[in-house]
């Protein structure tokens, strides 16, 4: 069992924060998210096929009881953050994982491969990382594997 099959388990994520605590490290506050309460009201919706949709539509939000994934790497090649609106599936990427996945071939690796003299002799042998939340995708490429700490919302 790896120890981000908990990150797997959720049914939706979040990024809440991203930060460097000290020069190259990277934290990522990453929240779990459930379908919640009804959108809103939606009587004053003009549009009654959309109308519909709402009254049978639910929020995803992080509420009580959610946990909270804090990952931390002490270094990295490289780490970017993508708008989900922009992004899609590619048949050439090739990952292990549902949430947090770790990639075996990817177009990041690739890109860094051409952007930067990083290889397996100098930092290293590394690995990319791929967080899928709502709203942002993340990718991180480290010799270090992530620590991570998890906790609930209370």
Known sequence: MRNT??????AYLFLEEIGEP???ELRLKIVEATSGGAPGPVDDEPNEALREMLRT???IEHGLGCRIFEL????YVAYSVRNESYCSADAYEE???RLFVRYARSR????LVNATFANSSYPGPFVHYGIFCLNHIIDVVSVDSPTM????RS
């Not at 099959?5 to 959720?10: F, G, L, M, N, V």
């Not at 931390?72 to 270094?75: T, V």
């Not at 700490?149 to 609930?152: F, K």
């Open 22 to 24: 000290s020069d190259n």
């Open 72 to 75: 931390y790497w002490p270094s």
């Open 149 to 152: 700490t998890m906790s609930l």
């Open 57 to 59: 539509a639910s929020r």
């Open 95 to 97: 990952f292990d994982g």
């Open 108 to 111: 990041y690796l690739d890109f």
């Open 5 to 10: 099959d908990e990150i797997d388990a959720c």
